[in-house]
């Protein structure tokens, strides 16, 4: 759900209060469950993460490329704003006919119109310095030297090729507006090596890096308030920064630390480089201030009110309560480097759609 600078503008247009639970399910929504009476970290979800785009045209065409599907779009043309919400759903894929708020690993598209016709406009891909923050999304493969092949074949750029450097497991494309979405194989690389094919059909949306300044207030933060679980550390000293890979275990099992994650769908890789913790001055840009770019990631919950009501009761930050403003249906927690995480309805567990 998009909510920036111009949030104020746009409260008045968005869906009103949430309604209490009626005493029975009406008809036109025999398709939802009740409404959870209390919550649960473990039905949680990682839903999608938002982005803004210069041109929705040109990033929907890039991420179907990529194999993701269009599941739905909402247009706000009194406040001058659309959302595109992409994601997996071949028929092999983990959230494969799920409603909307049931998935992981979803892309949100935020188009403010006519930033495609300026010229002038451009956004923060958060990989360049002073506005390092996002740094960007990945998805895993079949065949990792045949997708990154296909992708250049398109004509579209890439951040890193598998050729570049030392790291040859690994690249990095570059979305129409220079995000950077990062390329890994679910299989070992010398055993796709020489494959031509690769079906986008199997392709995932694997995970959302941020950077942290302080790895310890954020672990504690994701895993004791936002109720995820590790799943994987990486650790290079030499080079100065480990890496955290975190998500809800759901339907796709439990989290065994250390144990490949590439298959999975909607993880949050947290990023620490060594030291950052102990500069006072140190901050990285949360995506929402000038120069905009990305804006936050989404977690669906059973019970958004009880969800709230539990962050409450842990003395979260706030950016918005569920009661603030007119936009009852969603809330936005504020993590420890000041990253916005949405907090919306799972319509799994509700008595009503959210939109």
Not at 206 to 220: C, G, P, Q
Not at 325 to 351: C, H, S, T
Request: aromatic content about 12%.
């Amino acid at each position: 759900m998009s909510y920036s600078l111009r949030a104020s503008q746009r409260l008045r247009f968005l869906v009103p209060s949430l309604q209490k639970k009626p005493s029975f399910v009406p008809p036109v929504f025999r398709g939802f469950a009740t409404m959870a009476c209390t919550t649960d970290t473990k039905n949680y979800k990682l839903n999608h993460t938002m982005i803004r785009v210069k041109d929705p045209q040109e990033s929907v065409k890039f991420y179907n490329f990529l194999g993701l599907s269009l599941l739905k779009k909402l247009s706000f043309p009194e406040a001058k704003f659309d959302l595109y919400f992409l994601g997996y759903d071949a028929p092999g894929a983990v959230s494969h006919g799920k409603n909307l708020w049931d998935r992981e690993g979803l892309i949100e598209l935020t188009h403010n119109y006519g930033t495609e016709n300026d010229p002038k406009y451009k956004v923060n891909n958060g990989n360049v310095e002073p506005y390092r923050g996002f740094g960007h999304t990945c998805i895993s493969v079949d065949n990792i030297q045949a997708a990154c092949q296909r992708i250049e074949d398109a004509g579209y750029k890439f951040q890193k090729k598998l050729t570049d450097g030392k790291m040859k497991h690994i690249a990095f494309a570059l979305d129409p507006d220079g995000y950077w979405v990062e390329v890994i194989g679910r299989k070992p690389l010398e055993e796709t090596e020489g494959v031509k094919e690769t079906d986008v059909g199997t392709y995932r949306m694997n995970h959302t890096m941020i950077r942290v300044k302080d790895a310890e207030k954020s672990l504690k933060f994701y895993q004791e308030v936002m109720g995820m679980s590790l799943f994987r550390t990486h650790e290079a000293k030499q080079a100065g920064f480990n890496l955290y890979f975190l998500g809800y275990p759901g339907e796709q099992g439990a989290a065994v630390e250390g144990a490949n994650t590439a298959d999975r769908e909607g993880l949050l890789e947290l990023t620490w480089n060594y030291g950052t913790e102990k500069d006072e001055a140190f901050s990285y840009h949360d995506g929402n201030k000038g120069p905009q770019g990305f804006g936050h990631i989404c977690v669906s919950v059973d019970s958004l009110e009880k969800a709230c009501e539990r962050f409450e009761g842990l003395n979260v930050n706030w950016k918005k309560r569920l009661t603030d403003g007119r936009m009852k249906n969603v809330a936005f927690v504020l993590d420890p480097d000041g990253y916005w995480v949405e907090i919306v309805q799972n319509e799994r567990f509700a008595d009503k759609a959210n939109f």
